[in-house]
């Protein structure tokens, strides 16, 4: 028998960025098990081979329809593992840039609240909808989706059913940019590429950091998360060798 197609492609990396495409539009790229298994996979296997930036996307015309319907009817996987790709891209150390050029619907909109950045498109569409059909959202759904939204936007969008676009995304601040369709890849690569380009160790640290911070309530607090780290950072043979370039620099503007 035939091994099935993936639903994940995971490219090589180019400098440094891994592009992980939801590969299954024939079911609108739904989150079933075998799909987030894969994506769990291939987030530790572009880790494992030295990315130092991660692209998410899908194949068109949908980004992802959520969880798929089979798999929460037959409740065969436990909800936990059905949550696995989300998870791993989540705590992903490294910059995480989603490209959503489609709609994002229920859980799929787990995948792009678990990056660190988000670039839309017009013809994109987030649309929470888990009270439609009768479940209570899950994976950590409310509270990425509050953080980026506040408590009143994922009110109306997860109570009310309100709808996001891609625009209106990035008014809320559900998204950075919203770019053309034929910018989207470019747009997320050039992020990625500029992230995976600056010194691997003090990205990691410095994301690392933000999120620390996120959960402090103490400016006193912050601050001594940043003083460590920063005094780190100034121990690190990359901080001597950027300090020489820019003296270069100056020496030869004064000349």
Excluded: Y
């Amino acid at each position: 028998m035939p091994k099935p197609a993936d639903r994940l492609v995971a490219s090589r990396l180019t400098d440094g960025v891994a592009v992980l495409t939801l590969a299954d539009p024939g079911h609108r790229n739904a989150l079933s098990r075998r799909l987030s298994d894969e994506l769990a996979a291939a987030v530790g296997a572009a880790l494992s081979d030295g990315a130092r930036a991660l692209v998410l996307t899908a194949e068109p015309p949908v980004f992802c329809a959520g969880g798929s319907l089979n798999a929460l009817l037959e409740r065969a996987d436990p909800l936990r593992e059905m949550f696995a790709g989300m998870t791993a891209v989540a705590t992903a150390p490294v910059p995480t840039i989603a490209a959503v050029g489609g709609p994002a619907i229920g859980a799929g909109v787990n995948l792009p609240l678990a990056c660190d950045i988000v670039i839309t498109t017009p013809q994109a569409r987030f649309d929470p909808r888990f009270l439609d059909v009768g479940i209570h959202p899950g994976g950590g759904h409310l509270f990425r989706l509050a953080g980026r939204v506040g408590a009143q936007g994922a009110a109306a969008m997860v109570l009310c059913g309100d709808v996001l676009t891609g625009p209106e995304a990035v008014e809320r601040g559900l998204a950075w940019r919203c770019v053309a369709e034929s910018e989207l890849a470019e747009t997320a690569m050039a992020l990625a590429a500029r992230a995976a380009a600056r010194p691997a160790r003090l990205v990691r640290r410095t994301k690392e950091s933000l999120r620390r911070s996120l959960t402090l309530t103490d400016p006193e607090q912050a601050f001594a998360l940043e003083l460590q780290a920063q005094e780190w950072s100034m121990d690190q043979p990359e901080f001597a060798e950027a300090l020489a370039r820019v003296r270069l620099r100056i020496t030869a503007a004064r000349r």
